[in-house]
């Protein structure tokens, strides 16, 4: 993600190498948007010409809102490369990386359930994925012909290129789920990290009057010293949470406002189509992978607020 986003100089790499060519990246990344763009406003014709018909209609602006929300959470990220920058060097300041044994273990106490929670919100980005294209194949038209994955307006017959199209829809959601999950992770990761970090500081305190046998300095002297560290530590990790804040604030905004509107929207598709189809399932799955993705957000910024 780092690099595709071109947040890594040739500076920046350990040793000052390049292991990946920067403008090869930067192509892929042009290409990317280029074939998000290029869905939207197929999609967004498409949405124009089907506008009598609630289901299509509903079915096509949710995916339209979901890849516009994908674009303004990529565009904001990219947009903070700096501020990504600064944060991966105060997580690398030895006042987080020197850690005792039993600091060890709080932290990874208070990250053990962060994995859970990633593997159920990734396994439900999986199964729209392959319910979406899988779809295609299983409820297609006999009139019509194959359907394609994605609700799309193309100048040409798409049954002469069904399966071109079909490729061409599968490498945009595919990337677009990928790159949108792994900013999301990134978020809730860097929540929880930060949160488990003030549990370490209360840790530190709540020991400052410790003494180890090895140590032997004066009491006072020791107890100053570890204050000072205390403080110091305080103030580094509020300023890893501002930075956090400051990056994905506006992205997770939109992301929270489209995820919204796109669960209602799929609220009311569901109710049009028969509870037998394969639609139905497909948009069970897609309304608990946005619902999973904002309970993530609340859960994790309301735990990070409470410490």
């Known amino acids: 993600m780092y690099q595709v986003c071109q947040f890594r100089s040739p500076k920046m790499l350990p040793g000052g190498k390049v292991t990946v060519n920067n403008w090869k990246l930067l192509s892929i990344e042009k290409n990317i948007t280029f074939s998000i763009l290029f869905t ?13 018909d609630f289901s299509i209609f509903s079915e096509t602006l949710s995916m339209i809102i979901t890849m516009i929300a994908y674009l303004c959470k990529l565009t904001n990220f990219i947009s ?12 690398d300041n030895p006042i987080f990386t020197s850690v005792s044994k039993d600091e060890e273990i709080i932290l990874k106490h208070h990250t053990r359930s962060l ?18 294209f899988t779809n295609s194949f299983i409820d297609s038209d006999r009139q019509n012909g194959l359907k394609l994955p994605l609700p799309a307006w193309f100048p040409f017959e798409t049954r002469d290129h069904y399966y071109k199209v079909y490729f061409l829809q599968l490498v945009t959601m595919i990337v677009a789920v990928w790159f949108n999950l792994a900013m999301d ?18 840790h530190r305190l709540r020991n400052i009057t410790s003494r180890d046998e090895d140590e032997k300095i004066g009491f006072d002297h020791l107890v100053e010293k570890r204050l000072r560290k ?34 209602c ?14 639609q139905f399932v497909q948009r069970i799955v897609y309304s608990s992978c946005m619902l999973c993705q904002i309970a993530t957000y609340c859960w994790y910024g309301q735990v990070l607020a409470d410490s």
């Open 230 to 263: 205390c403080i110091f530590h305080h103030e580094h990790n509020l300023r890893f949470v501002a930075l956090t804040e400051n990056v994905f604030s506006l992205g997770v905004l939109v992301q929270f406002m489209c995820s919204v509107l796109v669960t």
């Open 185 to 202: 992770l990134l978020l809730v990761k860097l929540l929880a990290l930060g949160e488990a970090e003030f549990e370490v500081l209360k």
């Open 115 to 132: 994995r859970i929670i990633t593997n159920i919100y990734r396994t439900l980005c999986i199964l729209t994925v392959v319910f979406y």
């Open 40 to 52: 939207i406003g197929t999609s967004l014709i498409f949405c124009y010409l089907h506008y009598s």
């Open 265 to 278: 929207l799929n609220g009311f598709y569901i109710l049009v189509i028969s509870l037998k189809s394969v």
């Open 80 to 91: 903070q490369s700096g501020t990504l920058v600064e944060l991966e060097r105060i997580l």
